[in-house]
């Protein structure tokens, strides 16, 4: 289990993590999202006692992890799966850092075996590519066997096929009842991985509850219609005071009106229907919603529609 | 012990220490070769088959400062950290093997270029190791390369960056030291206390009467005794190294 309280870290007059308080549960995956720049890489580095934080405290199991003794064995983490010298054997970079946590030397080889790189384990790790990268960096997280497992946009970059067996391997360490931290910027991505969500944008927390829970909370319901007397029924809507989008191809997207309540209306004016759609709101638009005040680095992005 | 084997399986994992080694040995008894071949008329001196020390001194300290920031350079030192989050210990066993190995290349740089110059010199009636100010100036270079391996160390691990920590200790080394004597007045002053304008006294200072005449060896200036001058450039070293540690210890990873 790993618990933040009231964690803080400026830098100068920056504050890159604002009063960040947040548990995550043994036995589950846990999605911790945001946009670029929310925080998540400079939390999971306070987690794991890279940075010191300025104010608060994070702790693993009850400890500091600088409180860890052999602390591999406690916590397994990938944050940069470039952390590799590029001229040192994927063997030889597991092997000094099986032996500096006392880990046998064929614990090595089990890792190297668990992510398939068995094969490449004396080639120079700089000549792999991202996926090897990955892999080789999971093989390090995992090498101490630990509870807590912590990614850092594990599946930025890489190939559906290397994404489907990140997932697929996170969700097989949460099943064996470990703690799993796993960052990411893509919502889409977590809802299929994570059954948890800790959602911070510039460093706040603006959620933490079950990823279905957040999905529903979250996703705005929308009603698309299509009709030869659009703009008739459009007026109407409006007029009723619900909000109506005209999109490109002609069909109209309401907002705060039930399919029914549309129905109705167009009956009761003799409007033709030719489709009547309920529309769940995409993940992706919700997450906008809520972070939309809290992305560091806004780009102008061009209206479209009316 | 075993943060001595992590560090030791880091080192010799990669191709770049080696190479510095070579080039070390390479550039000191080549040096030393070329000067014994040619010295001509009088019998060779013990110091000039080790005048050209400082050669080998700058690249392992090259090679010392490497291994600090190319684990900076490529994150590695993160990984570091992680696995050992006290962070003084992993520094202090690498300061360990870093030094142990520069020690061994600045005696193996330094007996080789005593050796070869025994065997190329035309007259090497001098060249035998009697006294112990002999023993020093040869034997010497091995404590040299240990201690400028441990500044190199603490200068790499306050800057982080190879192109920086290289520069500091070439242009300090082989610029500075020279420019301040230029300085009116207090030029030659401030020049006597340089790290390692006091260490070349260590190596050169005090030879034997019969082996050099009077004036004609290399440069050996400053207060101190030969064993002084050499605590005073590794007591230069610790304070740097000690000083990063402290940095290393307080600094965001």
């Given at each position: 289990m790993i618990e933040a309280v009231g964690l803080t870290k400026r830098y100068g007059k920056t504050v890159a993590v604002d009063n960040l308080s947040f548990t995550v549960e043994p036995g589950r995956v846990t999605g911790f999202l945001g946009p670029n720049g929310a925080g998540k890489s400079t939390t999971m580095r306070m987690i794991l006692g890279l940075d010191r934080p300025s104010a608060g405290k994070v702790l693993i199991d009850g400890k500091s992890y600088g409180q860890l003794d052999r602390p591999l064995r406690t916590v397994g983490a990938l944050l940069d799966a470039k952390w590799v010298h590029p001229n040192r054997s994927a063997r030889a970079h597991l092997q000094w850092m099986a032996k500096s946590n006392g880990l046998p030397a064929k614990r090595v080889d089990e890792v190297l075996d668990l992510v398939g790189l068995t094969k490449v384990a004396k080639r120079r790790a700089g000549g792999f590519s991202l996926g090897m990268s990955q892999r080789l960096g999971i093989a390090g997280a995992?090498?101490?066997?630990?509870?807590?497992?912590?990614?850092?946009?594990?599946?930025?970059?890489?190939?559906?096929?290397?994404?489907?067996?990140?997932?697929?391997?996170?969700?097989?360490?949460?099943?064996?009842?470990?703690?799993?931290?796993?960052?990411?910027?893509?919502?889409?991505?977590?809802?299929?991985?994570?059954?948890?969500?800790?959602?911070?944008?510039?460093?706040?927390?603006i959620s933490q509850s079950s990823t279905t829970e957040f999905v529903e909370r979250s996703t705005e319901n929308t009603v698309r219609v299509r009709s030869p007397h659009a703009d008739k029924l459009g007026a109407m809507l409006v007029d009723k005071g619900f909000t109506v989008r005209e999109d490109e191809d002609g069909s109209l997207t309401v907002t705060g009106a039930a399919s029914d309540e549309i129905g109705d209306i167009a009956a009761a004016s003799g409007v033709v229907l030719h489709e009547l759609s309920p529309q769940r709101g995409s993940l992706e638009q919700a997450f906008m919603q809520l972070t939309g005040d809290s992305v560091e680095y806004h780009a102008e992005l061009a209206e479209t529609g009316k | 012990m075993t943060l001595l084997a992590v560090e030791r399986i880091k080192l010799f994992s990669t191709r770049s220490p080696w190479w510095c080694m070579l080039l070390a040995l390479g550039s000191t008894i080549g040096i030393t070769a070329i000067i014994a071949a040619n010295w001509d008329g009088a019998p060779m001196p013990v110091l000039g088959a080790v005048f050209s020390y400082t050669f080998g001194l700058f690249v392992i300290m090259v090679m010392a400062a490497l291994a600090v920031t190319t684990e900076y350079r490529f994150g590695t030192i993160k990984s570091t950290f992680q696995a050992v989050p006290d962070r003084v210990s992993p520094m202090i066993a690498k300061a360990v093997v870093v030094m142990l190995l520069s020690g061994l290349v600045g005696l193996a740089a330094a007996f080789g270029s005593w050796g070869l110059s025994w065997v190329l010199a035309d007259d090497n009636s001098d060249l035998a190791l009697t006294t112990a100010n002999d023993w020093r100036h040869v034997a010497g270079i091995g404590l040299v390369f240990a201690a400028g391996a441990l500044l190199a160390l603490g200068i790499g691990a306050l800057v982080r960056h190879t192109a920086g920590a290289v520069s500091i200790i070439l242009v300090f080394a082989l610029v500075v030291e020279n420019v301040v004597a230029l300085i009116p007045n207090i030029g030659d002053d401030i020049q006597k206390w340089m790290p390692f304008t006091v260490v070349n006294k260590f190596i050169f200072g005090d030879p034997d009467p019969s082996a050099i005449p009077e004036g004609a060896g290399p440069p050996a200036i400053g207060e101190l005794s030969p064993w002084g001058s050499f605590a005073y450039f590794a007591g230069i070293a610790l304070a740097i190294y000690i000083i990063s540690l402290v940095v290393v210890k307080r600094r965001d990873a």
């Amino acid at each position: 289990m790993i618990e933040a309280v009231g964690l803080t870290k400026r830098y100068g007059k920056t504050v890159a993590v604002d009063n960040l308080s947040f548990t995550v549960e043994p036995g589950r995956v846990t999605g911790f999202l945001g946009p670029n720049g929310a925080g998540k890489s400079t939390t999971m580095r306070m987690i794991l006692g890279l940075d010191r934080p300025s104010a608060g405290k994070v702790l693993i199991d009850g400890k500091s992890y600088g409180q860890l003794d052999r602390p591999l064995r406690t916590v397994g983490a990938l944050l940069d799966a470039k952390w590799v010298h590029p001229n040192r054997s994927a063997r030889a970079h597991l092997q000094w850092m099986a032996k500096s946590n006392g880990l046998p030397a064929k614990r090595v080889d089990e890792v190297l075996d668990l992510v398939g790189l068995t094969k490449v384990a004396k080639r120079r790790a700089g000549g792999f590519s991202l996926g090897m990268s990955q892999r080789l960096g999971i093989a390090g997280a995992l090498l101490g066997d630990p509870k807590v497992l912590l990614f850092d946009e594990p599946v930025n970059g890489l190939d559906p096929e290397g994404i489907l067996w990140i997932r697929q391997f996170m969700q097989g360490l949460a099943a064996d009842g470990r703690t799993v931290l796993v960052s990411s910027h893509l919502l889409s991505e977590m809802a299929v991985t994570a059954q948890d969500l800790v959602v911070i944008g510039r460093g706040r927390l603006i959620s933490q509850s079950s990823t279905t829970e957040f999905v529903e909370r979250s996703t705005e319901n929308t009603v698309r219609v299509r009709s030869p007397h659009a703009d008739k029924l459009g007026a109407m809507l409006v007029d009723k005071g619900f909000t109506v989008r005209e999109d490109e191809d002609g069909s109209l997207t309401v907002t705060g009106a039930a399919s029914d309540e549309i129905g109705d209306i167009a009956a009761a004016s003799g409007v033709v229907l030719h489709e009547l759609s309920p529309q769940r709101g995409s993940l992706e638009q919700a997450f906008m919603q809520l972070t939309g005040d809290s992305v560091e680095y806004h780009a102008e992005l061009a209206e479209t529609g009316k | 012990m075993t943060l001595l084997a992590v560090e030791r399986i880091k080192l010799f994992s990669t191709r770049s220490p080696w190479w510095c080694m070579l080039l070390a040995l390479g550039s000191t008894i080549g040096i030393t070769a070329i000067i014994a071949a040619n010295w001509d008329g009088a019998p060779m001196p013990v110091l000039g088959a080790v005048f050209s020390y400082t050669f080998g001194l700058f690249v392992i300290m090259v090679m010392a400062a490497l291994a600090v920031t190319t684990e900076y350079r490529f994150g590695t030192i993160k990984s570091t950290f992680q696995a050992v989050p006290d962070r003084v210990s992993p520094m202090i066993a690498k300061a360990v093997v870093v030094m142990l190995l520069s020690g061994l290349v600045g005696l193996a740089a330094a007996f080789g270029s005593w050796g070869l110059s025994w065997v190329l010199a035309d007259d090497n009636s001098d060249l035998a190791l009697t006294t112990a100010n002999d023993w020093r100036h040869v034997a010497g270079i091995g404590l040299v390369f240990a201690a400028g391996a441990l500044l190199a160390l603490g200068i790499g691990a306050l800057v982080r960056h190879t192109a920086g920590a290289v520069s500091i200790i070439l242009v300090f080394a082989l610029v500075v030291e020279n420019v301040v004597a230029l300085i009116p007045n207090i030029g030659d002053d401030i020049q006597k206390w340089m790290p390692f304008t006091v260490v070349n006294k260590f190596i050169f200072g005090d030879p034997d009467p019969s082996a050099i005449p009077e004036g004609a060896g290399p440069p050996a200036i400053g207060e101190l005794s030969p064993w002084g001058s050499f605590a005073y450039f590794a007591g230069i070293a610790l304070a740097i190294y000690i000083i990063s540690l402290v940095v290393v210890k307080r600094r965001d990873a």
